[in-house]
Structure formats: structure tokens, C-alpha cells
């Protein structure tokens, strides 16, 4: 039984969340209102198997930690209301490319810029761990004693423009719906709580293999 979990509980809350989000901010339900409780609930559930299978026992309960974490992230992820809040201005007040494929299904239009934003992300954490001007913001990341589904917005404010501006800016450029990048937004930070979660799971395949 605890192998099928550890195998299940990835896809499982993942492909139910992504699945979830997309259908609701495709049906046309205010696109705040289909991310951010969402996100919060996903949170406590992840927060509660923490502490039923934890990897690793001695990062469950604070370690002094929890407010900090907790003011990294809601300053982080304001950070990316108001970028989605500037698209916005941004996309009525200025003429951009119309190379987004709109003519597509919602949720192939939200993996695309998915994609788009996820691939700048990988690019330049990448790059903070070569140069030394991006290791100095990005170090902060590396600082938790713990390892827990939280911390997973623990950086620096600057790093997080840094990191999230390029993809989301491209996303502008090429004509992407704002729905659509406020939905791939919301599917990354769920995976961000479990990039980092202290849950006994395994990936399998998914896995990226260890240097």
C-alpha cells in the first residue's frame, strides 16, 4: 500500500490540480478565485502528509522557520499577482504579435506557456548556480535547515523577477491570453510544493538522475 502511494501521490495531486484549475478558469470562474484558495487548499493537503509520511521525520514541525517562509512566500507570490496585473495593462494598452496559437483547446494553450515559462526558469536557476552575482540572491534558497513544501518560494525578491520575468514577458510578446499564463502560473506553484515537499514519494521515471 505505501508503494502504490509513493508512486501515485505525485500524479495524483498534480494531474488533479492542473486538471482542476484549468477546466474552472476555462469555464470562465474568475481566475483568482480558481487559483489562489485552490493553491491554499493544496497547500494544507500537502502540509497534512507531511506529517502522515514524511521523508525525512526530523523536518516535520517548525523549526523556527514557518514565519519566515510564510512572509517569502506571500511576498513572493504577490509579486507574481502584480506581473499578471501588469500583463494585463500591458496587453489592452499596447499592440504585441498574435503568434500565440489561441485556435487551440485552453489546456494545450496553457502547457505551451507552461512550457515557455518553466523553460526560463530552469535556465536561469541554471545560470545562479555558475555566476556569482546570481548565487549571492539565489543563496537564499539554498538556506533552509529543512526541507518542506514552503520553502519552495524562499529567494530573494530580485531573483524572482530575475528568474520569472523572461518567460512571462515572452508570453506577452507573442500574444498570450493573460487566463492562460495566470493558469500555468497557478500549476507551477503546486509543483513548487512538491519540488520541495518533506513527503516520502517516489517520481519513477520522472526523476531527473542525480550528478
Given at each position: 500500500?505505501?508503494?502504490?502511494?509513493?508512486?501515485?501521490?505525485?500524479?495524483?495531486?498534480?494531474?488533479?490540480?492542473?486538471?482542476?484549475?484549468?477546466?474552472?478558469?476555462?469555464?470562465?470562474?474568475?481566475?483568482?478565485?480558481?487559483?489562489?484558495?485552490?493553491?491554499?487548499?493544496?497547500?494544507?493537503?500537502?502540509?497534512?502528509l507531511?506529517?502522515?509520511?514524511?521523508?525525512e521525520?526530523?523536518?516535520?514541525?517548525?523549526?523556527?522557520?514557518?514565519?519566515?517562509?510564510?512572509?517569502?512566500?506571500?511576498?513572493?507570490?504577490?509579486?507574481?499577482?502584480?506581473?499578471?496585473?501588469?500583463?494585463?495593462?500591458?496587453?489592452?494598452?499596447?499592440?504585441?504579435?498574435?503568434?500565440?496559437?489561441?485556435?487551440?483547446?485552453?489546456?494545450?494553450?496553457?502547457?505551451?506557456?507552461?512550457?515557455?515559462?518553466?523553460?526560463?526558469?530552469?535556465?536561469?536557476h541554471?545560470?545562479?548556480?555558475?555566476?556569482?552575482?546570481?548565487w549571492?540572491l539565489?543563496?537564499?534558497?539554498?538556506?533552509?535547515?529543512?526541507?518542506?513544501?514552503l520553502?519552495?518560494?524562499?529567494?530573494?525578491?530580485?531573483?524572482?523577477?530575475?528568474?520569472?520575468?523572461?518567460?512571462?514577458?515572452?508570453?506577452?510578446?507573442?500574444?498570450?491570453?493573460?487566463?492562460?499564463?495566470?493558469?500555468?502560473?497557478?500549476?507551477?506553484?503546486?509543483?513548487?510544493?512538491?519540488?520541495?515537499?518533506?513527503?516520502?514519494?517516489k517520481?519513477?521515471?520522472?526523476?531527473?538522475?542525480?550528478?
Amino acid at each position: 500500500m505505501k508503494k502504490v502511494f509513493q508512486f501515485g501521490i505525485y500524479p495524483i495531486i498534480m494531474l488533479s490540480a492542473s486538471a482542476t484549475i484549468i477546466y474552472e478558469i476555462g469555464a470562465g470562474v474568475n481566475q483568482y478565485l480558481a487559483t489562489i484558495p485552490f493553491i491554499t487548499l493544496t497547500g494544507v493537503l500537502i502540509l497534512l502528509l507531511e506529517r502522515w509520511i514524511p521523508y525525512e521525520k526530523n523536518w516535520v514541525g517548525s523549526k523556527n522557520d514557518w514565519n519566515l517562509d510564510l512572509t517569502y512566500y506571500i511576498i513572493n507570490y504577490s509579486i507574481k499577482l502584480i506581473a499578471q496585473f501588469l500583463f494585463i495593462w500591458l496587453a489592452a494598452s499596447t499592440r504585441f504579435l498574435s503568434w500565440f496559437p489561441v485556435q487551440l483547446p485552453f489546456w494545450m494553450q496553457v502547457i505551451i506557456a507552461l512550457a515557455i515559462i518553466d523553460f526560463f526558469l530552469f535556465l536561469l536557476h541554471w545560470q545562479s548556480h555558475k555566476y556569482q552575482f546570481l548565487w549571492k540572491l539565489h543563496a537564499i534558497h539554498h538556506s533552509s535547515e529543512r526541507l518542506y513544501f514552503l520553502n519552495g518560494e524562499k529567494r530573494h525578491a530580485l531573483h524572482q523577477l530575475i528568474e520569472g520575468s523572461p518567460g512571462i514577458i515572452l508570453c506577452l510578446i507573442i500574444g498570450t491570453p493573460q487566463p492562460v499564463v495566470v493558469g500555468a502560473l497557478a500549476i507551477l506553484s503546486i509543483n513548487m510544493f512538491m519540488q520541495h515537499t518533506n513527503l516520502d514519494y517516489k517520481a519513477g521515471w520522472c526523476k531527473l538522475p542525480q550528478k
